[in-house]
């Protein structure tokens, strides 16, 4: 067994198998560091399923995460993809200790599942929320896209890259956002980003964050109070009948929905929505 060290919005955490699983994890490499304290370890081996209670299912295009757990209360999360099942991620009630489970298909795929659950639920409490976003940085700040699968975030991200000089991606997928003390907020790249590979280990001032909605018209409008809340909580996974867990998303969320902008376009996939947004969001 080999033990490696990765770091992800100033978290620490450590994956423990064999060489082969390492050759899956090459998105996880610009976030290598030294070995040291850490939020949570991961160990990857074979071995049986375990018994289990279902609390919830979640599906999405084609994957499915079923939630429960074992008569000793460690929760359980069973990973299907197109119906096969990939995996068992089994862990402490806090997060901080989880082995997962293999049977040898689509591993990649429970290996990232697996971190990013073990991530999510072990930083809820620590000011740490992992988004369902895509995310740009310009002039040094970094502007946060979100909506549901399908609304276009990746295409309203790569319209900033084209026709908004300066722009990079950061992230297409799951950005990290982290609130300091002094709560100023931060959005982070990480390991994983979905459809694009984009594993940058950067990190920048939360400028703004933008609700999309398809429309036939290109408009925008600030969220204000419940709104934004509302607005940042459909993107924000977790185990939310989880008490920990539940106050400190809220915590976070909060604390976002007061500090930072949040708006709402309305647009069509074209060069005059980024432009507007642009010229909006970052004044």
């Not at 992800?8 to 040291?36: I, K, Q, W």
């Amino acid at each position: 067994m080999e033990t490696r060290y990765y770091e992800v919005a100033g978290h620490r955490f450590c994956v423990s198998g064999e060489e082969d699983v390492f050759t899956l994890m090459s998105n996880y490499e610009p976030f290598a560091c030294a070995d040291g304290e850490t939020v949570f370890a991961l160990d990857v081996e074979n071995g049986d399923a375990p018994e289990y209670v279902e609390e919830m299912r979640q599906e999405d295009e084609g994957q499915t995460i079923i939630c429960g757990h074992t008569a000793a209360g460690e929760a359980v999360f069973e990973f299907h993809w197109w119906g096969v099942t990939a995996g068992w991620l089994v862990c402490s009630d806090d997060y901080s200790q989880g082995r997962l489970i293999t049977t040898g298909k689509h591993e990649k795929m429970a290996i990232d599942n697996a971190l990013m659950i073990m991530f999510a639920l072990a930083t809820a409490d620590k000011g740490t929320v992992l988004f369902h976003a895509a995310v740009v940085s310009y002039k040094n700040k970094g502007y946060m896209f979100l909506g549901p699968s399908g609304t276009g975030k990746s295409t309203h991200a790569s319209l900033w890259q084209r026709y908004i000089a300066g722009t990079a991606l950061v992230n297409d997928d799951n950005p990290v956002v982290r609130i300091s003390e002094d709560d100023t907020a931060t959005v982070y790249g990480s390991p994983w980003s979905g459809k694009t590979p984009c594993y940058r280990s950067v990190h920048y001032p939360l400028g703004g964050i933008v609700l999309l909605s398809q429309a036939p018209y290109n408009k925008i409008e600030r969220l204000n109070g419940i709104y934004a809340y509302a607005a940042l909580m459909e993107s924000i996974s977790g185990k939310r009948w989880d008490e920990r867990i539940a106050d400190g998303l809220h915590q976070t969320e909060n604390a976002l929905a007061s500090s930072i902008p949040v708006w709402h376009l309305e647009c069509l996939p074209d060069e005059e929505a980024a432009k507007l947004c642009n010229e909006t969001i970052t004044q």
